[in-house]
């Protein structure tokens, strides 16, 4: 058992924890979450001993070994297999003296526990992480050295989870995982036979992976049963709780004082006006627990241009070699949310990259004329000018506008006062991507790539960002490991598979079961129907957002077809033929057709799974 008892830290005079205790039992999978800044990889530290405590204890059993991911693996000439065996401590040591040892006693002792520890099927065990973190079996064989530090990072946490410390502290693992990796993690830990710590902000992990959260707020620790969907409630009904009883005392207070006020000049009620005033000074305050900072994410609407805004026939693209894709007949209208799904390596961001005009093709590509595209990847992030602020960063792309509007910008992503004079060195992760997704934005795209955006995000900000893209009038593709996040912002999935991209039948479970599964290649079919479970209120509210957005997107379709019928009913317009003005508006009517055509589809389908849902409840 873990156990933290009246545990007291601060760090440059402010208090990251008072008086604050927890207790968890061996064997329990735990996420912990709080505000970014409240000190959850600080108790991280704590818990290892890498920082003296100031009060409290922290203690675990006897000889518990306490494990987390290292900042990086070096770039070594060792191979990723031998990598994560030699993580294992005591079995590389064990390996090591029986190879050398002649005492038969001694003999005997270690091999038994090379039993014990079942030291043979290690290499097996080993190979078997590595390949759910996304390494076949030759990349397995190459250097440390032959990797970037992203994907050494996925070798350090392979050599941790393939050790099997008794307490697993992990930090934000998924944060260097494509979403296949993201989901092997969360099936791994939930069967990992020891006890788990996990900092994590992935909505899905903490629902799926956890079987109770260690909340840290107001510097005090609280533990509650059940993922993270049921923390959020539990925690909604206490708030609703103490505002309610809050409201009371300070009812209650200010009727007090009203009578004090009134009598306390009075002889007749002096003695009742001080008894009021002592029962006042008993009358404890009911302060509500503190909010969460309200996150925002602003993003600027762009005008609305004739579908289609982007169409790709025939296009291939790579780099120096063979083409990465080939054959690629696609098609993306300003109303589309559409996620990219795709095991690692087979071309995510390639495409991402060749729709943001980042990356050259062969083949037809053709774009509206006025389409402006944003595009954020993790590495625009690293790429900031750590040295300037964020203030200066809009500055030098808007000289022409005041500073005040340019704060007014950055308060839009959450940037605030203290934040925009703030060099980007000094600011956290979560603060450096709202940055790049503001500068992403700035111009009001009319098309929006997303790869990886909620790295670095906390929970409050992925939300924001969900209402954020709900709202944006652009089209969206995104490239995540957040399963949540692609759940309620994607309403079409694009498989990368083969280097073909093609539609994807099934829905996020069919793929997420793909995933897990030992299948080779996925099913282009759509994957056959199961019993389902009965609907909650929070499915039917989410269906019923999605047939909204459906009639929308049909109502604003039909109002463009209205626009250029009228157009093409104006006899000037066949005056003269020769001016291929004509061929122009009629081609612009077959395709917003074509495009009215699919939004019907989707909206009859948004309405069979609405009365689908309806019927199980």
Sequence with gaps: ????????????????????????????????????????????????????????????????????????????????????????????????????????????????????????????????????LGFDAEAQLRPCSDFSGGWRMRVALAGVLFAQPDLLLLDEPTNYLDLEGALWLESYLAKYPHTILIISHDRGLLNRAVDHILHLEDRKLTLYAGGYDTFARTRAEQRAVLAAEAQKVAAQRAHMQKFVDRFKAKASKAKQAQSRVKMLEKLTPITPPSEAARHVFSFPAPEELSPPILRLEGVSVGYDGPPVLRGLDLRIDQDDRIALLGRNGEGKSTLSKLLAEKLAGSGQVTRASKLRVGYFAQHQVDELELDETPLQHLQRMRPGEMPPRLRARLAGFGLMAEQAETVVRKLSGGQKARLSLLLATLDAPHMLILDEPTNHLDIESREALVEALTAYTGAVVLVSHDMHLLSLVADRLWLVSGGHVQPYEGDLDAYRDFLLSANTKPAREKPAAKAKPRATRDDIAGLRSELRKAEARVEKLEDMRNKLAKKLADPDLYEDTRSGDLRVWQAKYAEVMEALDRAEALWVKAQDMLDAALAHQ
């Design 1 to 132: 058992m873990l156990q933290i008892q009246d545990l007291s830290f601060s760090i440059n005079g402010r208090p990251l924890f008072e008086e604050a205790s927890a207790n968890i039992p061996t064997g329990h999978k735990v996420g912990l979450v709080g505000r970014n800044g409240a000190g959850k990889t600080t108790l991280f530290k704590l818990i290892r001993g890498d920082l003296a405590l100031e009060g409290g204890t922290v203690s675990l059993p006897s000889r518990a070994r306490v494990g987390g991911v290292a900042q990086e693996v070096p770039s070594s000439s060792t191979s990723l297999i031998d990598t994560v065996l030699a993580a294992d401590t005591e079995r590389a040591r064990l390996m090591a003296e029986a190879e050398t040892t002649t005492d038969p006693a001694r003999i005997a002792a270690v091999q038994t526990r090379l039993a014990d520890i079942d030291a043979w099927s290690a290499e097996g065990r080993a190979s078997a992480i590595l390949k759910g």
